[in-house]
C-alpha cells in the first residue's frame, strides 16, 4: 500500500484537485475528458508550501511573452504524473479518499504522487497487453513513463592551485629522496664505494727482515746477511717479453725462457691481474745498478739482503744454509730459522695507472717496519775450527776414507769448540753439493765404537767396587761367550796383568772377565747415565740418539759384545761427552753449541744450563783418567802416536763399524779420544775414521795429536808440570 504521502489528493466527487480558472472547477480540454488542464499544474503547491489568496484563489502571474502562469514547479508536476491522462490518474485513484488539511484562514495544498511501480510490472488499473491481438489504439494506452532528464553538468574548470600544491610536493619528494641517497652514499657506503677501485691502485712492496747473524763465539761472523737487490718485473707493463728476458739473461745468470715464464701475464687468487713477479734475489748492489739503467719497460729493484758465508766450507756442515727467500733449510739456519729470520715488513701504497703509475701525493699509505732476525753467539773457535778440519781432511784423504768427524769439547763446560765432518761442502754455494756432503757426521754418523767404549766399562768397575787402580788378576788369550770366541791382540798368555796394562793392550779378554763382576744391568746403567742411547741435545737437527742393547735382548754372546764397545750404537758426539765427563771429575756436562743470542736491540740473552749429572766420583775419575794414560805411553801401547810432547794425555784407541740403517758396512772405523792435560784436563778431542779399505787406526791417533797440540798452544794452556806415571802390565 502506498505511503499517505504518495497519495493523490482528490476532492469530494473523487477526482484529483487543482485549481482552475474558473474558481477550482475542473474542466475538460480538447474534449477528451479527465485531461486536467495547466491551470491543474498552475494550482499545484509542493508540500510545506501555502498559497494564499483573497476569497480563496491563487492569483497567477503571467508571463508576458507565453501568456502561461510562470510556475517554476510545473515541470516537476509533469514528471510526478508520468504523462498520464487525467481520466487515467482518477480512475487510478478513484477509490483514494483526498486528503486535506485546512486551517483558519488559509487552505494547504499537499502534494500527491502516484505510485511507483516496480520496473518491468504493469500499474494497478492498467489494463493488459492482449497477446495475439491488435495493438490498442494510442487513445486507449495509458501514457508511457518519460525517463528523467538530468540536467548536463557545466564543465569542470582546471584548479591551477591544486596543480601547482601537487607539483611542489612531488618535487619536494624528488628532492628528500635524492638528499637521502647522497647522504647514504656519503656516510654509509662511502667504504664500500671507496675500496671498489683501491685493488688496482694498490701497489705491494715487500720489506724483507734482516736475518739474524751466525757468530763465533769471539763474535766474528760465520754467516751474516749483506744488503743486496732484487730484481722483479710487473708483466702488465712489459712490452715485449722474448727482447726482456734475452736482455736480462747474461745480467742475472739465468736462462732466457725460465726469465720468460716468470714475466707472463698471471692472475692473483683475487682475480687482479700480477704486477710483481721475483726474477732474481740477491743481485749485487752494482748488478742491479746496470739493471736499472737500462730502464726496460716493466723492470725494477728493490732492497734486498744475500746471505754470506765468509769461511766457504768453515763450519758449513754446522751452519746450514737457507733459501733465497731467507728461510733456514739446513743446520742450525734451520734449526734456529724462528729466532734468526725475524719478521718481514711491508709497503702498500695507492699509485696511478698508465702513465701516472707512480704514487699518488696523499693517497692511501701504510708502511709496516721490518724486525730483524736475532743473531746467535756458537760456542765455536773459528781458528780451532778451520784447523780441525783442515787436519781431519788430510787425515781422510791418507787412506781413502768415506767419512770422518773431529769433536772438540770444554771439558768443564760441555762447550763445542770445533765440530768438523768430512766430506764437507760450501755453505754459500750448496746447490752444487750431495745431501750427503752436508750431512753433519759428528751427530749423524752412528758407529759400533770399539774399543774406546772399554773406558765405560771400566769406570762403572771402579765405582761400583768392582775392580780398583792396583787391581790385578790372570788374562788368558781368548774368552768363549756363547758360541763367539773373544781374542786379544796383545797375548797376555795367561799372567797376572795390571787394569792399566790392560787399557794399554786394549785386552777384551780383561775387560769382559771385569764386567762379568759388574753384570749386566750395572753396565747399561752406566751407558745411561754416561749418555749413551739418546740424542745429547747439543742442537742439530736430526741428531742420532744411537742404541742400548735391553738386558732382555742379550744374547750369550752379548755379555762379550757389549762390554768391548760392540752390539753398542753411538755417535762421536756422544763419546766424547762421555770422555767429558771423566775429565770433568766424574761430571756429566750436556754439550751445547749455542753460547747466547742478541735481540735486535742488542740485548744479550746467555743460552740456557746445560744438563749436568754425577756419574762418577771426583776419585774414580782421577784413578780412570791414570789409568787411561797408560794408552800413550805404556810401550806398545795402542795410542803411542796421540803423544802430545809437554802435556800429559789420556785416551783410548777404538776399532769399530759403521752401521747404517743397523747394518754393518764395509771396512773398519778407527777412533781415539783423549784429553790433555791429563792431571787437569781442559779439552777433549774424540776422532773417527771410517775407511772401507782399512788403516783407519793409522790416523785417528796422528790426527788427534795436531789437533789437541794446536788447541793447548791456541788457548795457551800451560804444559804439564808432572811427567806421566810409570805402568807395569806384568807385574
Known sequence: MPSRSDEPRRDATGSRRGSSRNGGVSGERGGEPGVGGISDARAYTPRGRTVRD???????????????????????????????????????????????????????????????????????????????GRDPRRGDRPAGRRPARKAPRPPRLADPGRRLRLGTALALALFVAIGVRLVVLQAVDTPAYADGGMAERLRTVPLPAPRG????????????????????????????????AQTLSPLLGMPASE?????????????????????????????????????????????????????????????????????????????????????DGQRVFEIGLGALAA??????????????????????????????????????????????????????????????????????KPQASDPTDREDAAT????????????????????????????????????????????????????????????????????????????PERLLDYQQRFGLGKPTGVGMPGEAGG???????????SHGSVPIGHSVDATP?????????????????????VKETIGPDGTTTPAEEPVTRQVLSPKNAAELRTILEAVTTVDNATGLAAAVPGYRVAGKTG?????????????????????APADNPKYVIAVFVHSPSGGGGRVAAPAFKEMMTFALRHFRVPPSGDPAPKFTVFP
Open 359 to 428: 704514487p699518488i701525493p696523499g693517497g692511501y699509505s701504510r708502511t709496516t717496519k721490518a724486525k730483524p732476525g736475532s743473531s746467535i753467539v756458537l760456542t765455536i773457535d773459528r781458528d780451532l775450527q778451520y784447523t780441525v778440519q783442515r787436519i781431519l781432511s788430510e787425515q781422510m784423504a791418507a787412506v781413502q776414507g768415506s767419512t770422518g768427524a773431529a769433536v772438540v769439547l770444554d771439558a768443564r763446560t760441555g762447550e763445542v769448540l770445533a765440530q768438523a765432518s768430512h766430506p764437507t761442502y760450501n755453505a754459500a
Open 444 to 519: 749423524s754418523f752412528v758407529v759400533d765404537p770399539g774399543s774406546v767404549h772399554k773406558a765405560i766399562t771400566f769406570g762403572a768397575a771402579l765405582q761400583e767396587g768392582v775392580i780398583t787402580a792396583d787391581t790385578v788378576f790372570p788374562v788368558a788369550n781368548g774368552i768363549r761367550k756363547g758360541d763367539t770366541w773373544f781374542r786379544d791382540t796383545f797375548p797376555a798368555d795367561g799372567k797376572r796383568m795390571s787394569v792399566a796394562g790392560m787399557m794399554a793392550h786394549s785386552s777384551n779378554v780383561g775387560t769382559i772377565q771385569i764386567a762379568d763382576q759388574l753384570g
Open 259 to 343: 726469465l720468460a715464464e716468470r714475466m707472463k701475464p698471471r692472475k692473483r687468487i683475487s682475480g687482479v691481474d700480477s704486477q710483481f713477479e721475483y726474477l732474481a734475489r740477491g743481485v749485487d748492489v752494482g748488478r742491479a745498478r746496470e739493471i736499472m739503467a737500462l730502464k726496460l719497460p716493466g723492470i725494477a729493484a728493490h732492497r734486498d739482503e744475500r746471505r754470506e758465508v765468509p769461511g766457504g766450507d768453515l763450519a758449513a756442515n754446522l751452519i746450514g744454509f737457507t733459501s733465497l727467500d731467507m728461510v733456514g733449510l739446513e743446520g742450525l739456519e734451520a734449526r734456529y730459522d724462528d729466532l734468526l729470520h725475524g719478521e
Open 54 to 132: 483573497g476569497g480563496g484563489r491563487t492569483e497567477q502571474r503571467r508571463n508576458p511573452r507565453t501568456s502561461r502562469t510562470q510556475d517554476p514547479f510545473r515541470p516537476a508536476l509533469q514528471v510526478l504524473d508520468g504523462g498520464r491522462s487525467a481520466a487515467t490518474r482518477g480512475g487510478a485513484r478513484a477509490g483514494a479518499a483526498p486528503r486535506r488539511e485546512a486551517t483558519a484562514g488559509r487552505t494547504t495544498v499537499v502534494r500527491t504522487v502516484t505510485d511507483r511501480t516496480p520496473r518491468g510490472e504493469a500499474p494497478a488499473g492498467t489494463p493488459r497487453r492482449r497477446v495475439g
Open 547 to 557: 742404541r742400548l742393547l735391553p738386558v732382555q735382548e742379550w744374547s750369550e754372546s
Open 573 to 593: 758426539l756422544q763419546m766424547a761427552a762421555a770422555y767429558a765427563a771423566i775429565a770433568n771429575d766424574g761430571t756429566y756436562v750436556q754439550p751445547r753449541l
Open 213 to 244: 747473524a751466525i757468530l763465533d763465539r769471539d763474535g766474528a761472523a760465520l754467516a751474516h746477511s749483506v744488503e743486496a737487490r732484487y730484481v722483479y718485473a710487473d708483466p702488465t707493463k712489459i712490452e715485449d717479453i722474448a727482447a726482456t
Open 655 to 675: 776399532t769399530g763399524w759403521r752401521l747404517v740403517e743397523g747394518k754393518k758396512q764395509p771396512g773398519e772405523v778407527a777412533s781415539f779420544i783423549g784429553m
